[in-house]
């Protein structure tokens, strides 16, 4: 499966936020969506998904109009976890990953077996067993994140895009979250995050969109587009390079 | 733990045969007599009288004690569900007063008296006015600006209420449109029934179809969306479906308070705290809680029968206050 946007624009109040951009995602990759805060990542994310109307631009989910499909089969193809990690009343772990198959019942039917053993799976990518029927607003924020990365995951669409899904994280738990998502993609699932950390982008992802000012910089594998000159100007730091165990690092170390 | 502590079509079940026990008891006490003095009437051969009392006093009563709760409750629960804020009730959309500024003009200008029924049916036509004006100032807008318009609604309103007291030519009709807002059920007929049901069931119908939305909406609205939750269609079903049928239940019998607040604060813990289980659960709640209201006034030895709107806010009110000190505490306001 194959999501690509072209050409999106959005402005909000005569400003323009997101000027001629694209991307895509297809099964089976770990993209990341980088660039400095107010590059416009959250933006096109919401645009991509029809949350935010765009100016201009298409979104085609295998060659067809994914705006024009109806919503339920929107949400099926495509899950979304976003910035906002807010639960309202005392809902369990247990409920709020149910609500990851809505797109799945209808009516006023309960859940079915399969909605049931699609959520067991979404807990156990999670390791969230211990957590399930605890109430979402007295857990932590590593645990809060896990269970909402469960909703997400229990959608089981094939492709995800995830806002910012490690930041105001405990490094231990950042890599639990890259480790689920890498995971993900290698069972055939589709992962695009937007990501602060270049760290962790270098390392787990296949391919680094980086965005600056509203538009795509630049594309293609992480140690290309993490090259110093990009840095410099997209994000105006200079950064340490290197690898361990053949894999590769990258420290933010500067300001220019 | 926060699982429901019963499952909840155990919870229903319970909450429907408590309803079926004080509607049976709604039936049997009041003014006239309790069962005894019906079986008295019926031997000495006056089953006329008793059956007077029983279907045209007592059972319109019952039932628009059992359907205005029920409709209370559960728009309650819907618009606590669509806002997402605890505090919410009928009275945030500002549907009770348009319902009751219909109503008084209706006993200001005296349309009343020449057709009784004509009341209601302005009541009913200022419920749908208002909520027609809130879906198009706030149809697109946030929850904010729908809030904002229902108080300003709510406002326009009571001012306008408080104009046609002031106007009123005589003591008697500011009397009687104070005596009327206080909210009853007492001395409404069948066609008080008849009108009210079908615009309750829709009501309650569009509430029901936003139950599985609702859900969705408690992670927020952006993920509520991604899930294929429409937010326009799920508001104006619980803003139409709230007006309409709470309009109804007001424009029948005033305005009665803290039944859409209370109740589902009541049931919230015993449905696992999910939005959309406890439409139904504080529909349930809300009948019961208004026709206990209402026989427990039957009771009352008070001289004078009192409203049952003014019983209603004389329980909620102070309940409200305790609400404010118990989220005080949780949240460390």
Same mark, same amino acid.
């Given at each position: 499966m194959k999501l690509e946007a072209s050409n999106i624009s959005v402005s909000a109040r005569g400003r323009t936020i997101i000027h001629d951009a694209g991307l895509s995602l297809s099964s089976g990759e770990f993209v990341g969506l980088i660039g400095p805060n107010g590059a416009g990542k959250s933006t096109l994310l919401r645009a991509l998904l029809g949350l935010t109307p765009r100016d201009s631009g298409q979104v085609a989910l295998d060659g067809a109009d994914f705006s024009a499909m109806p919503a339920a089969s929107r949400a099926r193809?495509?899950?979304?976890?976003?910035?906002?990690?807010?639960?309202?009343?005392?809902?369990?772990?247990?409920?709020?990953?149910?609500?990851?198959?809505?797109?799945?019942?209808?009516?006023?039917?309960?859940?079915?077996?399969?909605?049931?053993?699609?959520?067991?799976?979404?807990?156990?990518?999670?390791?969230?067993?211990?957590?399930?029927?605890?109430p979402v607003s007295v857990l932590s924020g590593g645990e809060r994140t896990r269970i909402l990365l469960a909703r997400a995951?229990?959608?089981?669409?094939?492709?995800?895009?995830?806002?910012?899904?490690?930041?105001?994280?405990?490094?231990?738990?950042?890599?639990?979250?890259?480790?689920i998502l890498r995971e993900r993609t290698r069972s055939g699932a589709g992962v695009l995050a937007v990501i602060h950390d270049l760290a962790l982008a270098a390392r787990f992802m296949d391919r680094l969109v980086l965005m600056e000012g509203g538009s795509v910089l630049v594309e293609?594998?992480?140690?290309?587009?993490?090259?110093?000159?990009?840095?410099?100007?997209?994000?105006?730091?200079?950064?340490l390079a290197g690898a361990h165990g053949g894999e590769p690092y990258i420290l933010p170390w500067s300001r220019l | 733990m926060t699982r429901a502590?019963?499952?909840y079509a155990l919870l229903l079940a319970l909450l429907a045969?408590?309803?079926?026990?004080?509607?049976?008891?709604?039936?049997?006490?009041?003014?006239?007599?309790?069962?005894?003095? *019906?079986?008295?009437?019926?031997?000495?051969?006056?089953?006329?009288?008793?059956? &007077?009392?029983?279907?045209?006093?007592?059972?319109?009563?019952?039932?628009?004690?059992?359907?205005?709760?029920?409709?209370?409750? &559960?728009?309650?629960?819907?618009?606590?569900?669509?806002?997402?804020?605890p505090l919410a009730d009928p009275g945030v959309v500002g549907v009770t007063t348009s319902a009751s500024l219909g109503a008084v003009i209706a006993l200001y200008t005296g349309?009343?008296?020449?057709?009784?029924?004509?009341?209601?049916?302005m009541g009913i036509v200022g419920a749908l006015a208002s909520a027609a004006i809130l879906l198009m100032l706030a149809g697109r807008g946030g929850m904010l600006t729908l809030v904002l318009a229902g108080v300003a609604i709510s406002s326009l309103c009571a001012?306008? &209420?408080?104009?046609?007291?002031?106007?009123?030519?005589?003591?008697?009709?500011?009397?009687? *449109?104070?005596?009327?807002?206080?909210?009853?059920?007492?001395?409404?007929? &069948?066609d008080h029934v008849m009108l009210a049901a079908p615009l309750m069931a829709l009501g309650a119908l569009m509430l029901m179809l936003a139950a599985r939305p609702l859900d969705?909406?408690?992670?927020?609205?952006?993920?509520?969306?991604?899930?294929?939750?429409?937010?326009?269609?799920?508001?104006?079903?619980?803003?139409?479906?709230?007006?309409?049928?709470?309009?109804?239940?007001?424009?029948?019998?005033?305005?009665?308070?803290? *039944?859409?607040?209370?109740?589902?604060?009541?049931?919230?813990?015993?449905?696992?705290?999910?939005?959309?289980?406890?439409?139904?659960?504080?529909a349930l709640g809300g009948a019961a809680l208004l026709m206990a209201a209402d026989i427990l006034i039957r009771i009352l030895p008070t001289g004078v029968e009192l409203k049952l709107g003014v019983v209603t806010s004389l329980i909620g009110a102070p309940f409200f206050l305790w609400l404010i000190f118990r989220a005080r505490a949780e949240f460390e306001l």
């Open positions: 193809a495509v899950a979304f976890l976003p910035q906002d990690r807010r639960v309202e009343w005392r809902l369990t772990a247990h409920d709020v990953i149910m609500l990851g198959r809505y797109p799945h019942r209808s009516g006023f039917g309960g859940a079915t077996a399969a909605d049931r053993d699609a959520v067991q799976r979404a807990i156990a990518m999670v390791e969230a067993e211990a957590l399930v029927d605890r995951l229990a959608v089981e669409a094939p492709l995800l895009l995830a806002d910012e899904p490690v930041t105001a994280l405990d490094p231990y738990h950042q890599l639990h979250v890259m480790e293609g594998p992480p140690a290309e587009v993490l090259a110093p000159e990009r840095l410099a100007k997209a994000y105006s730091i200079a950064a | 502590p019963l499952p045969a408590l309803c079926f026990v004080l509607g049976a008891i709604s039936m049997m006490v009041g003014p006239g007599g309790g069962p005894a003095e *019906i079986m008295a009437m019926i031997a000495r051969g006056d089953e006329d009288l008793a059956w &007077m009392m029983i279907g045209e006093v007592r059972l319109p009563r019952t039932l628009l004690a059992l359907m205005v709760g029920a409709t209370l409750g &559960m728009a309650g629960a819907a618009l606590q569900g669509l806002l997402r804020n349309v009343s008296m020449a057709f009784p029924l004509a009341l209601p049916l001012a306008l &209420m408080s104009l046609a007291l002031n106007l009123s030519p005589n003591p008697y009709a500011a009397a009687e *449109i104070m005596f009327w807002l206080m909210g009853s059920v007492t001395d409404r007929s &069948m969705a909406l408690s992670l927020g609205e952006e993920t509520a969306a991604s899930l294929g939750a429409s937010l326009t269609r799920t508001r104006a079903l619980v803003i139409g479906g709230a007006s309409i049928g709470v309009g109804a239940g007001t424009a029948v019998c005033g305005g009665i308070g803290f *039944i859409g607040l209370v109740v589902p604060h009541l049931l919230r813990p015993l449905v696992g705290h999910t939005p959309g289980r406890l439409l139904a659960a504080s």
